[in-house]
């Protein structure tokens, strides 16, 4: 080995080393702004558009932050290893998957022990032995046996670590159907999805096309919107919003008032819609039923939101509408004087799908 050959190695290995150092100082400072909210402050809606936008994250990376720093909040033993340097963030990575405060302790210290290749098999073992814990459990119930509740992954995987290993029951083989969607008509159906696991509704997403094509024949045509409605009640006096007696922040008030239905106290006058539907669906169809905030685009859970408000003199005036999601819409009426969109020449910029 040369002199120059050995240089340049000692210099590499000093390098990654602190590589690894500022990744883990970047893995704490990222889980620290998005435990105490100061994303918001810093003019992003979200953690996701700050990651992306401020810090210039890639989506991977951005995952990979984020699903660590939440697991950290309930893994004192990880963050505080992680802090302390004795587990690198790419360790700390791994083991998330599968650490629970339950176990957090025997996987800290495995992680420690062994290299991230061996704990990288260590979990892949864990996660499979977990997932034939739970198909055994499935099989069982389908046999007729009582399982009131399915076991956590790691618990699953605890209990079949001591187990001898079986095979899954055999399945029936599936046939896959091919559907190919506009940009446009795939936001629409992933935001259906959302909706109905944000109801609670975890079935296949082939059930539920099956279960929305059988209940076109009872639904009136056209009738589309959440089966939940919120009741939302404005003092007269204080002018004060709240929700079953409970206050509403003034930036979640304005943004149901900017985009939602007043019910009238008459029940001989119609409700009436806060948006023309007409013109909502218009909106809706030129913003490709995404989130018009550069960098989100998110196609959940979307409203349509006044750019000059009601009260100052704004209108229902295509122009003046566009597309927010919920979170980049509260955060439109918390923050006014950050909107990235208000021109209409910003806006005929802003990339479509």
């Not at 459990?137 to 209990?159: F, I, N, T």
Request: charge should be positive.
């Amino acid at each position: 080995m040369s002199a120059d050959s050995r240089r340049a190695h000692q210099d590499l290995v000093r390098a990654l080393e602190r590589l690894r150092s500022a990744e883990r100082s970047a893995v704490i400072l990222f889980a620290e702004i998005l435990r105490r909210g100061w994303f918001r402050s810093l003019g992003h809606a979200t953690m996701e558009l700050y990651a992306r936008e401020a810090l210039g994250l890639s989506i991977a990376k951005t995952r990979q932050f984020l699903r660590l720093a939440r697991a950290l909040e309930e893994l004192p033993a990880t963050r505080k290893a992680l802090a302390e340097g004795t587990l690198p963030w790419t360790k700390a990575r791994t083991l998330v998957a599968v650490a629970t405060p339950r176990t957090e302790a025997r996987w800290v210290g495995e992680a420690v022990a062994c290299t991230s290749r061996e704990l990288e098999a260590k979990v892949a073992q864990a996660r499979v032995r977990g997932r034939r814990e739970r198909d055994r459990l499935r099989h069982k119930r389908g046999q007729g046996a009582l399982v009131l509740k399915e076991p956590r992954p790691d618990h699953a995987a605890a209990v079949a670590a001591d187990a001898s290993p079986r095979d899954a029951p055999p399945l029936e083989t599936p046939v896959t159907v091919a559907l190919s969607f506009t940009p446009v008509e795939h936001a629409r159906f992933q935001g259906l999805v959302e909706r109905r696991r944000k109801a609670g509704d975890r079935r296949p997403r082939a059930a539920l096309v099956l279960d929305g094509l059988a209940a076109l024949d009872a639904a009136p045509r056209g009738l589309v919107g959440s089966p939940y409605q919120v009741k939302v009640s404005r003092c007269e006096v204080c002018n004060g919003v709240t929700v079953a007696g409970r206050s509403v922040a003034p930036a979640a008030a304005e943004a149901m008032e900017c985009d939602g239905i007043q019910i009238s106290a008459d029940p001989s006058v119609p409700n009436r819609s806060s948006i023309p539907p007409a013109v909502r669906r218009a909106v809706l169809a030129r913003d490709g039923h995404r989130c018009a905030t550069p960098g989100c685009g998110a196609v959940h859970f979307l409203e349509v939101h006044h750019i000059a408000p009601r009260r100052s003199g704004g209108t229902h005036d295509p122009g003046n509408l566009i597309t927010l999601c919920s979170a980049c819409h509260r955060f439109a009426h918390e923050r006014p004087d950050i909107l990235p969109w208000r021109t209409a020449e910003a806006r005929s910029t802003m990339p479509r799908p």
